[in-house]
């Protein structure tokens, strides 16, 4: 087990994550969720469920699936202390995407078990689904960063971040809130599927819709307002912490940042079909990836003047970088 050889494993749990992070929202867009019942881990009561149908045969190649990424990140985690030493970063990030892996599979089993599945429209769902989201994200992230320090990234420092931390703060959690407007979005154009443009625009805007078509016109909304701050914010990050790999993230990132809105606006017109759903997650899940690892490299570098605050606080932060 060596070090030059564990990135190719953390590409590839990465990889396949975001595989089974995809078929997940499959399998709430089809509806099949109930597929195995309210059986966890069994699928309707058995092992392997003999003559599925389609629903219990999409769910259970989730949860098949799921497994196999829980075994990737164990197996990247006893490599990551078998190769790396005390207090290297990898190890941090193996770590946390145990622990983000561990707590993924206990709020999948939590809806499962609550039958927060299929057609159930209610609050509790909606806000399973928004933790669901956020444990995801925090899973990409880890895992990102794993494979971001196994490839030579440097250590980041939190601390005596200044603007530069801000900037990039404020970004990482205004993607959180577009992903859980997202989600919630997602679940209601599944549940109250709209006929015409027209038809959906009025369900958003009547007074008497579900509560999930009336938070639906949240999405769009925090969508921009984020957008229009990652294209600034990218800008600033970029001046203040100058390095070609700062610039390269950049520039990626507001590449992404416009993609996802022409996926967005593509996926109102077409009133979300499953296939566009899956296009615009995969592309949330690239600019989050993307967002996290431009972050890293940015409070990587050393602090640029800009940020460096009286005489001898350069040093100070020296002293307490991690």
């Avoid at 396949?16 to 997940?24: E, K, R, Y």
């Avoid at 109930?34 to 469920?49: E, L, M, R």
């Avoid at 629903?55 to 497994?67: D, K, L, M, V």
């Amino acid at each position: 087990m060596t070090q030059a050889r564990f990135w190719k494993l953390a590409a590839l749990a990465l990889a396949f994550t975001l595989g089974v992070i995809l078929w997940g929202a499959f399998v709430r867009a089809t509806g099949s969720g109930a597929g195995c019942g309210s059986h966890w881990p069994t699928c309707n009561g058995d092992v392997i469920p003999r003559s599925p149908s389609a629903a219990t045969f999409i769910e259970f190649t989730h949860r098949a699936t799921s497994g196999i990424a829980f075994l990737l990140v164990a197996q990247q985690l006893v490599w990551a202390f078998v190769a790396y030493p005390s207090g290297h970063p990898v190890r941090g990030g193996a770590a946390a995407s145990m622990l983000f892996m561990i707590t993924e599979a206990a709020v999948g089993a939590g809806i499962v078990l609550l039958e927060y599945v299929a057609h159930d429209a209610s609050a509790a769902r909606a806000l399973w689904m928004a933790v669901h989201l956020i444990n995801t994200f925090l899973l990409v992230a880890a895992m990102t960063c794993t494979l971001y320090w196994a490839r030579g990234g440097r250590r980041v420092r939190l601390r005596g971040q200044g603007v530069t931390g801000a900037l990039l703060g404020a970004g990482l959690a205004g993607v959180l809130a577009v992903g859980v407007t997202g989600a919630i979005a997602a679940l209601g154009d599944t549940l109250f599927a709209a006929g015409s443009l027209r038809e959906g625009l009025a369900q958003d805007f009547s007074p008497a819709a579900h509560f999930l078509l009336q938070l639906r016109v949240l999405h769009p909304t925090v969508a921009a307002a984020v957008g229009v701050y990652l294209l600034f914010a990218r800008g600033a990050v970029a001046a203040r912490r100058p390095s070609p790999e700062v610039a390269r993230l950049s520039a990626a990132t507001g590449a992404l940042v416009l993609l996802q809105i022409g996926a967005g606006l593509l996926n109102l017109l077409l009133l979300a079909p499953v296939w566009m759903q899956l296009v615009h997650l995969l592309l949330a899940d690239l600019l989050w990836m993307v967002l996290v690892t431009f972050a890293a490299a940015a409070m990587g570098e050393p602090a640029s003047a800009a940020d460096a605050g009286p005489p001898g606080e350069k040093a100070r932060r020296e002293a307490v970088a991690i």
